[in-house]
């Protein structure tokens, strides 16, 4: 079984980092790429080719919503989105997340369960 490549997305440094952490510490899945905009997620994921891109809500520019509906087609990505305010704070219908995810909640198993989750109908 090859790894889960993971994109990391998120304008502040120590979440990128702290993403990256955590997917480097969950077995099956490698960081491919850290980039702190929408925008840069775009290009990031057309250059790299992850499986699984996690993605803010609150970016710069190009919103992690926003985004997400630009990445998620049959051959793309799954996104997770991810953020510090509570999911009915803002609107993720119709953009093609296949989940939320707190980041205080973020952990291996949590990436783990959100994976086999979205993928089980692939």
């Not at 440094?13 to 969950?26: C, D, I, L, Q």
């Not at 087609?73 to 997770?80: I, L, R």
Request: aromatic share 6%.
């Amino acid at each position: 079984m090859t790894d889960v490549r993971v994109l990391v997305v998120d304008d502040q440094n120590a979440y990128r980092r702290a993403m990256a952490t955590v997917v480097a510490e969950t077995d099956g899945f490698v960081v491919v790429g850290s980039v702190a905009s929408g925008e840069e997620s775009l290009e990031a994921a057309r250059d790299l080719g992850p499986d699984l891109v996690l993605m803010d809500v609150n970016l710069p520019g190009i919103d992690g919503v926003e985004a997400a509906a630009r990445l998620t087609d049959a051959d793309g990505p799954v996104v997770v989105l991810l953020s510090t305010y509570d999911e009915d704070e803002f609107d993720r219908r119709g953009c093609g997340a296949a989940a939320y995810v707190s980041k205080a909640a973020f952990s291996p198993e949590r990436l783990q369960d959100v994976w086999q989750q979205a993928t089980s109908g692939r």
